[in-house]
């Protein structure tokens, strides 16, 4: 079964930080762009940060950039999303998402779609 599985969410206070994973099952990752998308309460879905096939990373999230970081280990079949310096604005559920080859900011071209994890920040 092809699936996309998110794990690593949590609750954490304003200032923690989490590391957020995306593990494959059912195909390998090695030609697959994988992003994490987010969505707050009452909000649209939103791009965080994308990996190319190649680890091109595009950065969706422009302000307060460097505290995303994202990594992928295509023999763990994993990426990886750490937050630093997490904001209540953060709170939402995470997604992963994988597509063909190179990043998209167009959620419909994504081919699978984890269930999502929910990160929760108090202040």
């Known amino acids: 079964q092809v699936q996309l599985v998110e794990s690593g969410g949590g609750r954490v206070q304003t200032g923690g930080s989490l590391r957020l994973s995306c593990t494959a099952s059912?195909?390998?990752?090695?030609?697959?762009?994988v992003g994490w998308f987010r969505q707050a309460p009452g909000k649209e879905r939103e791009g965080v940060r994308c990996i190319s096939y190649g680890n091109r990373i595009s950065p969706y999230i422009r302000v307060r950039e460097k505290r995303f970081s994202i990594s992928r280990d295509n023999a763990k079949k994993t990426v990886w999303l750490t937050i630093n310096d997490l904001e209540p604005e953060d709170t939402g559920v995470y997604y992963c998402a994988a597509r063909d080859f190179d990043c998209s900011e167009s959620f419909g071209s994504y081919v699978y779609w984890g269930q999502g994890t929910q990160v929760t920040v108090s202040s």
């Open positions: 059912g195909f390998t990752l090695d030609d697959y762009a």
